[in-house]
């Protein structure tokens, strides 16, 4: 017997997990995925997770991937910044709070938090914590 949520199927009779967006929502909400120590052209797929943790090595670009349509969409980042001032380049429509885009530092850990409203045409950023070496 299948399982619906508002008349979609979210399992059905084989017992199979679908992926509609209200169970990937649920399944990868809070999930970590963890990149590479690098830099240069970085994607974040909300497929795998919306927290995203990484040592920066040198300048990074950051687009995000697989957004849920119609769903707020927020990305959690964890920086640590090692050796350099390395720049950040955010995804295409990022505002920040308060018109102050963070500047890069030296040797330590930032966490920085973005949120969509529609889709990835504009993204809001802060900045919420930061430590240094």
Do not use: C
């Amino acid at each position: 017997m299948a399982v619906k949520v508002s008349g979609t199927t979210v399992i059905d009779d084989s017992k199979n997990m679908l992926t509609d967006g209200y169970v990937r929502a649920a399944t990868y909400k809070g999930k970590t995925q963890t990149i590479a120590t690098g830099s240069g052209s970085k994607s974040v797929n909300l497929s795998i997770g919306d927290n995203v943790i990484m040592t920066l090595n040198g300048n990074t670009t950051f687009t995000i991937t697989n957004l849920l349509s119609s769903y707020v969409n927020t990305v959690t980042f964890k920086l640590t910044y090692s050796g350099g001032a390395y720049s950040v380049t955010w995804p295409t429509g990022t505002t920040w709070h308060r018109s102050v885009t963070p500047t890069s530092f030296s040797g330590g850990t930032a966490i920085y938090v973005l949120e969509t409203y529609d889709n990835g045409t504009s993204w809001h950023g802060i900045e919420v914590w930061r430590s240094w070496s």
